[in-house]
């Protein structure tokens, strides 16, 4: 519920912000039109209509985000009490029973609110017959209304962002899997065929361009595996069972060889190729 809120309060400040704009815009397209018309017609200008029409969406608008705030700051409220009533389970029960009626009715006034969160929007037009007759005793605009539903329209609005691309998580400081749908890919086979043992992975690293770097322990093989056609490309046999691995600058990359207490270079270019052995 609090995040439901904070989402309806986010979209209540950014129809505040639509409004004012299209109030902006609709007073220069109606002075555009005026200036093209004769000055006598100057009597006719709307704006006033304009600016009523915005300082009545405005106060709707404002109106909501107070008492969005409000239920807001009652329904944390809320949450910070039970959540300290947690080590004691009969003072939570008490409490819980409390809240339950006092949520019931911060459900009631979330549902008020929606319910009153139509918000007129208007867009200028010309209006045709004075276009063709200057002299026409009809306004020189004429203001679309349209009524728009903020919850609707806050449903759409989260649904889209949705189903935008979201950058891959490995570039991002703090990944946001919350929303993240997940589904399986085909398996990729990493047993070459002149392996004498089955495969035991103990570590792994993404190259650049889709190729992953594998530690096969039991075979003593160092994989290289192409991710996107699924494919293994390259290996190499090392001199004892590999556990683990990290990235070097340069297009390098180090293996640890426990048992024989020693560290594998290789280099990641293209196919992958040993180099130094240090103790």
Same mark, same amino acid.
């Given at each position: &519920?609090?995040?439901?809120?904070?989402?309806?309060?986010?979209?209540?400040?950014?129809s505040? @912000?639509?409004?004012?704009?299209?109030?902006?815009?609709?007073?220069?397209?109606?002075?555009?039109?005026?200036? $093209?018309?004769?000055?006598?017609?100057?009597? =006719?200008?709307?704006?006033?209509?304009?600016?009523?029409?915005?300082?009545?969406?405005?106060?709707?608008?404002?109106?909501?985000?107070?008492? !969005?705030? #409000?239920?807001?700051?009652?329904?944390?409220k809320?949450?910070?009490?039970?959540?300290?009533?947690?080590?004691?389970?009969?003072?939570?029960?008490?409490?819980?029973?409390r809240?339950?009626?006092?949520?019931?009715?911060?459900?009631s006034?979330?549902?008020?609110?929606?319910?009153?969160?139509?918000?007129?929007?208007?867009?200028?037009? =010309? %209006?045709?017959?004075?276009?063709?007759?200057?002299? *026409?005793?009809?306004?020189?605009? =004429? &203001?679309?209304?349209?009524? *728009?539903?903020?919850?609707?329209?806050?449903?759409?609005?989260?649904?889209?962002?949705?189903?935008?691309?979201?950058?891959?998580?490995?570039?991002? *400081?703090?990944? %946001?899997? +919350?929303?993240?749908?997940?589904s399986?890919?085909?398996?990729?086979?990493?047993?070459?065929?002149?392996?004498t043992?089955?495969?035991?992975?103990? +570590?792994?690293?993404?190259?650049?361009?889709? =190729?992953?770097?594998?530690? #096969? !322990?039991?075979?003593?093989?160092? @994989?290289?595996?192409?991710?996107?056609?699924?494919?293994?490309? *390259?290996?190499?046999?090392?001199?004892?069972?590999?556990? %683990?691995? !990290?990235?070097?600058?340069g297009?390098?990359?180090?293996?640890?060889l426990?048992? $024989?207490?020693?560290?594998?270079?290789?280099?990641?270019?293209?196919?992958?190729?040993?180099?130094?052995?240090?103790?």
């Open positions: &519920m609090v995040n439901d809120i904070e989402n309806y309060s986010s979209y209540i400040q950014s505040l @912000k639509s409004v004012d704009k299209e109030s902006l815009n609709n007073i220069n397209e109606l002075r555009i039109f005026r200036n $093209e018309i004769n000055q006598n017609l100057d009597k =006719r200008e709307t704006v006033e209509e304009i600016d009523k029409k915005k300082n009545k969406s405005e106060t709707l608008l404002n109106e909501l985000k107070v008492n !969005c705030q #409000d239920i807001k700051s009652a329904t944390e809320l949450k910070a009490d039970l959540q300290a009533q947690e080590v004691n389970n009969n003072q939570l029960f008490v409490s819980g029973t809240a339950i009626k006092e949520f019931v009715s911060l459900q006034s979330l549902k008020d609110i929606k319910g009153r969160g139509k918000v007129p929007h208007s867009k200028f037009s =010309r %209006d045709p017959a004075t276009e063709q007759l200057l002299s *026409s005793n009809t306004a020189i605009d =004429r &203001m679309d209304q349209v009524a *728009s539903n903020l919850a609707d329209e806050l449903a759409s609005d989260l649904a889209d962002q949705q189903k935008q691309p979201q950058g891959p998580a490995l570039n991002q *400081s703090r990944a %946001d899997l +919350s929303q993240s749908q997940f399986k890919l085909p398996d990729v086979p990493v047993k070459a065929l002149n392996d043992r089955d495969c035991y992975l103990t +570590s792994m690293a993404l190259l650049p361009g889709d =190729r992953l770097l594998l530690t #096969d !322990c039991a075979n003593y093989l160092l @994989k290289l595996l192409d991710t996107y056609n699924n494919k293994l490309v *390259s290996q190499v046999k090392l001199l004892g069972e590999p556990w %683990d691995l !990290c990235l070097l600058p297009e390098r990359a180090a293996v640890t426990p048992q $024989e207490r020693k560290i594998q270079f290789v280099s990641t270019q293209e196919n992958v190729t040993l180099q130094d052995v240090v103790k």
